[in-house]
């Protein structure tokens, strides 16, 4: 709907008393934001709402005048959902093209909409009223994933599987305490948003222009209106502040770390090799050449938008950087990067809910993975200091050798016979082989916070209780 070709004749009805000619139309291109700032409609109406009502109360416009704002504001509103208005490039941006068209509905008292404010208190309300929206959808989008995580959690709360370290095996742990780790990881995320939206629960309508206003506004009315805690306390800190675009953008590029690097996992444990677990139908794709492929091309989306989420960070930060205050054209720039990786996150975190629930894992190979590769040898340490009163590093030199001697024999610490274990040393007595079962490994790590399957169920259940 956007009018790109406009190359206006003659100067802007908005704000161009002192200038003879319109723009040059490379100019205007540069200039207009209106193809992506049409996205704040919503918030724009609901805050020229909220202010023609303040200075109606205030006695700064007459209530007829509001009313006439009000209604005109609602038929704006109704205009542009109904995908019939006619967005122009030459009005710039959302606000003067909703004031025009206001204009053309209501006449004359359009025109007193804008006393007491300025595009720069305008944008800055749009703009946080937006984000805060986007914070919420963040939070809720949040905890459906944690729920996921947890549903996995607690049904293998006791299947065991590798963990690593380094990549390499490093000790068996449980398929439910891996997934409650992301639990832990989301809830974090979730807090950064929560944390986020209680400071930029401000409201900077009322701040005018930079330095505040001559008419008896009522910026608590307003705020109060809008949603928001309290007015912004210093009017040009309120203009030129976007921290709560950099805080949304630096929540949603530690939550995309997270997503990436369980998406991650998810490669690697749907590949031929590992066959940790498997993506239906619904989340894999085919290869058009070789048809034995099952792809996960979802998960490896999902690995690549922490890209374009840090990127939208990375350039915000880079615009905002050595601003002077207050408000400066630069910030115009700050909307298409957040709008693009708000839209990423919300799709990205949809995504994993869906492949989280839709998600199997093999038991059986998981189980097996996890008795190879000497997983219980910490096991066999423990249980050397324990049973034998070893010093830790003795135990782990002990258990060093029977490992290597494991190796060249070309089986597992379990298959090693009780001679064999006297060589490591001559105290170790047949009770040992109870700890080097996986089974019995994970259930031994009782510790708070540990893997062992009562741990993972506590944790299942206090997570239950806080999500609800
Ligand atoms: N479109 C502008 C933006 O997004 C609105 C504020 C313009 N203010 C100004 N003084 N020109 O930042």
Not at 38 to 66: E, T, V
Not at 119 to 141: C, G, H, K, P, S
Not at 245 to 259: K, V
Not at 262 to 287: K, M, N
Request: with cysteine; glycine share 6%.
């Amino acid at each position: 709907m956007t009018d790109t070709k406009a190359t206006p004749k003659s100067a802007n009805s908005m704000w161009g008393g002192r200038f003879a000619a319109g723009p040059d139309a490379i100019m205007e291109a540069i200039n207009a934001s209106i193809s992506f700032d049409q996205r704040l409609y919503a918030q724009d109406i609901a805050g020229s709402r909220a202010h023609a009502a303040m200075l109606a109360q205030q006695g700064i416009i007459s209530s007829n005048d509001a009313e006439a704002i009000r209604k005109g504001l609602l038929t704006v509103l109704s205009e542009i959902e109904a995908g019939n208005f006619p967005f122009s490039t030459a009005l710039e941006d959302i606000h003067m093209n909703v004031e025009s068209r206001l204009k053309e509905i209501i006449g004359e008292p359009a025109g007193r909409l804008h006393t007491a404010r300025s595009r720069n208190d305008q944008v800055a309300t749009d703009f946080r009223l937006w984000v805060r929206d986007q914070t919420d959808a963040a939070i809720t989008a949040i905890e459906a994933l944690q729920r996921a995580f947890l549903g996995q959690a607690e049904a293998g709360a006791n299947w065991v599987m590798p963990g690593f370290t380094h990549m390499q095996t490093a000790q068996p742990v449980t398929w439910g305490h891996h997934m409650l780790a992301y639990v832990e990881m989301l809830g974090r995320d979730a807090s950064r948003f929560r944390d986020a939206r209680v400071r930029m629960n401000e409201s900077p309508l009322g701040a005018a222009a930079l330095a505040g206003t001559s008419f008896p506004i009522d910026r608590h009315m307003t705020a109060a209106a809008l949603g928001f805690d309290r007015p912004a306390a210093n009017s040009l800190d309120a203009v030129a502040d976007r921290d709560f675009a950099l805080e949304f953008l630096t929540a949603s590029s530690i939550c995309a770390m997270h997503l990436s690097r369980f998406a991650e996992e998810l490669v690697i444990w749907s590949s031929a090799q590992f066959r940790f677990a498997r993506l239906s139908d619904r989340f894999s794709t085919g290869s058009s050449i070789m048809p034995q492929k099952r792809n996960p091309d979802a998960a490896e989306l999902l690995r690549a938008k922490i890209g374009r989420i840090l990127g939208a960070t990375v350039a915000l930060f880079t615009v905002m950087k050595g601003l002077p205050l207050t408000y400066s054209k630069d910030m115009q720039e700050d909307k298409e990067q957040v709008f693009d990786a708000a839209d990423t996150l919300m799709l990205s975190l949809a995504a994993m809910t869906g492949m989280v629930q839709d998600l199997t894992a093999n038991r059986e190979i998981l189980a097996a993975s996890a008795a190879s590769g000497f997983s219980t040898a910490t096991d066999l340490a423990d249980w050397l200091v324990r049973s034998l009163n070893l010093p830790f590093r003795d135990a782990h030199h002990v258990t060093g050798a029977l490992v290597a001697l494991a190796e060249k024999k070309g089986c597992d610490l379990p298959d090693l016979t009780l001679a064999e274990m006297h060589q490591g040393h001559p105290g170790i007595t047949q009770e040992v082989y109870s700890v080097l079962g996986v089974e019995n490994s994970v259930r031994s790590r009782t510790s708070y916070g540990g893997t062992a399957p009562d741990q993972v169920r506590a944790q299942v259940s206090r997570w239950k209780g806080i999500l609800g």
